[in-house]
């Protein structure tokens, strides 16, 4: 079984920038899928991003498209969300899941395996 662990998160302040990794364990992560989802207190889970097992796709929120940026490392076993010019608003516990597909989707019920999250404080 398929197991994701995400790291990178922390404290960082407006402006800045970070990379969040999800890295698989237990099987091989070409083989899925992975989206990026976040969840700010007292609100509802938010899609991120997508990207295909391939990298074909690809598939951005448009709140963050274009300071966000999805890819994935498959020789790393390893997923990335590169995110740039942090916003406090950005501030959420950050969430890898992933399908054995073709396809992406921004729905978190279509994805899964799940990590258990990273949490990304922004301060103004």
């Known amino acids: 079984q398929v197991q994701l662990v995400e790291s990178g998160g922390g404290s960082v302040r407006a402006g800045d920038s970070l990379t969040l990794s999800c890295t698989a364990s237990?099987?091989?992560?070409?083989?899925?899928?992975i989206g990026w989802f976040r969840q700010a207190p007292g609100k509802e889970r938010e899609f991120v991003a997508a990207?295909?097992?391939?990298?074909?796709?690809?598939n951005y929120s448009t709140s963050m498209e274009g300071r966000f940026t999805v890819s994935r490392d498959n020789a790393k076993n390893t997923g990335y969300l590169q995110m740039n010019d942090l916003k406090s608003t950005d501030t959420a516990v950050y969430s890898c899941?992933?399908?054995?597909?073709?396809?992406?989707?921004?729905?978190?019920?279509?994805?899964?395996?799940w990590g258990q999250g990273t949490q990304v404080t922004v301060s103004s």
């Open positions: 899941a992933a399908r054995s597909n073709i396809y992406i989707s921004d729905e978190a019920e279509w994805y899964n395996l």
């Open positions: 990207l295909s097992y391939d990298g074909s796709l690809t």
């Open positions: 237990g099987g091989l992560l070409e083989f899925y899928s």
